[in-house]
């Protein structure tokens, strides 16, 4: 009796720790996917297991087109000031549509809200960095605005967050290179992700950054 009670425990284990494996790469897909989106370098993505924590962990390394105390134009720094808020947001926006879809229930779980602490407070401070929105019901009223922005496009880019959180789950780690043969030969939408690979290309590459061609392609 002990012994199959156990066996029970340890399934429910395994059973815990694939549901948060799952959970996890659909977070940091989310977090991949709307930086390339805004033309950020994702130079690798991945998910783990944090052994002395006993959770599943995850993270996402990338840089901006171009550094932020380098540009002149006030409506570009808002843009990319934007879209950095924007990327705290998207991995718990992506888990979100994930359980959604599942359950069809917008109320997530504790551990998944929980998970995405350290992303809620760097959106709020960044928000008071750039000054974007002033205290009160005009912040909350930005943040709604801006979460939303951000699952309208994840939505529009649904199978691009599927397909990387489906290989990160796989592999539990994803190059820039992985990353782009993925979108480009795998997704449904390979024709944008090809020209958004070379936009991406074109601005990491390049020393001499237009600003103005920047604000275009960010602004579309």
Not at 55 to 65: A, F, K, L, V
Request: charged share 25%; glycine share 6%.
């Amino acid at each position: 009796m002990a012994k199959g009670a156990g066996s029970i425990g340890e399934i429910r284990k395994k059973v815990t720790k694939t549901l948060e494996l799952i959970s996890t790469s659909y977070h940091e897909s989310g977090h991949t996917v709307y930086a390339l989106l805004h033309v950020m370098k994702v130079h690798s993505v991945s998910v783990f297991e944090n052994k002395k924590l006993k959770r599943i962990h995850g993270s996402t390394y990338y840089n901006y087109p171009i550094e932020f105390g380098s540009i002149q134009d006030l409506e570009l720094l808002e843009f990319l000031a934007r879209a950095d808020i924007g990327l705290s947001y998207a991995g718990l926006i992506a888990e979100k549509t994930l359980f959604k879809g599942i359950s069809g229930s917008s109320q997530i779980p504790q551990f998944i809200s929980s998970g995405s602490t350290d992303d809620n407070e760097s959106a709020r401070e960044m928000i008071k960095k750039y000054n974007l929105a002033p205290p009160g019901k005009k912040r909350m009223s930005f943040k709604i605005k801006l979460m939303r922005e951000v699952q309208d496009e994840l939505h529009e880019h649904w199978d691009a967050v599927t397909l990387v959180s489906h290989a990160l789950f796989q592999y539990r780690k994803l190059s820039y290179q992985d990353l782009q043969y993925l979108l480009t030969r795998k997704s449904k939408n390979k024709k944008f992700w090809k020209e958004q690979f070379k936009n991406i290309n074109y601005f990491h590459n390049n020393e001499a950054l237009d600003e103005l061609d920047l604000k275009s392609i960010l602004s579309r």
